[in-house]
């Protein structure tokens, strides 16, 4: 049983363009969550969705937007990147709003 | 505001030693209290999660306890191993109105263990 799988691993991108990252939930799981994590931070909280919609948002502009697919499977979407923007982002999946949240190895971005 | 803070920042001990972490949280309205380890550039792994009623919960050489009175938990590594070299992150869970949970991440102690 796969876990939390999140592609690519690693990207570098240039200020301006724009990023699409990939995570596929555990078997079973309908709900992913989407983290931002800069160096020495703890993870912050983007967005999450659940039934193909966004139910919670964190403090991030609009410029981070998502999608769910039918599969429960997600992609972050960022625009108009910035240098700030160079994290660690982290994809974690559970039932519902369960307790047992699982999370991937993340990607990192690097925006030169 | 929900927040959650960790102490130390980091901590070196060595092999075959024991170590406690905290963390305090002003979080409303409280849900639950999980602890995570996180290796450098790896996705952050569950070690336990305790509600309002647990004041403790082991994992094996892990062991966490909870105050809710005083908004406290700590986490105690028994015999360290290398390989808890590691950063462990106290995320707190609150309650959201209309049902699910919001975290609230502390930013971690960066533990590492040496011969």
């Known amino acids: 049983d796969a876990g939390v799988t999140q592609s690519p691993t690693h990207l570098i991108k240039t200020r301006g363009q724009q990023v699409t990252l990939r995570c596929s939930p555990k078997?079973?799981?309908?709900?992913v969550s989407w983290y931002q994590q800069a160096l020495g931070q703890g993870p912050q909280f983007i967005f999450q969705y659940y039934e193909e919609e966004e139910r919670q948002r964190g403090n991030f502009p609009d410029r981070f937007s998502g999608h769910q697919f039918p599969n429960y499977s997600s992609e972050l979407n960022v625009n108009a990147l910035l240098l700030g923007d160079s994290a660690l982002y982290l994809c974690?999946?559970?039932?519902?709003?369960?307790?047992?949240?699982?999370f991937g190895s993340g990607t990192q971005l690097s925006v030169l | 505001k929900n927040q959650v803070e960790q102490s130390p920042q980091s901590l070196i001990i060595l092999e075959g030693k024991n170590c406690t972490l905290q963390?305090?949280?002003?979080?409303?309205?409280?849900?639950?209290l999980r602890w995570y380890k996180q290796d450098t550039g790896r996705g952050p792994v569950s070690l336990t999660i305790m509600t309002f009623s647990e004041n403790t919960k082991s994992n094996g050489r892990y062991t966490a306890t909870l105050d809710a009175d005083t908004k406290q938990s700590s986490l105690h590594i028994t015999a360290s191993q290398l390989s808890d070299s590691a950063s462990y992150i106290c995320v707190v869970s609150a309650g959201v109105t209309g049902g699910g949970n919001k975290l609230t991440f502390g930013t971690g102690t960066q533990l590492k263990v040496e011969l």
């Open positions: 963390c305090n949280y002003t979080v409303s309205p409280f849900s639950n």
């Open positions: 974690a999946s559970s039932v519902g709003s369960g307790e047992k949240l699982f």
């Open positions: 078997s079973g799981h309908d709900t």
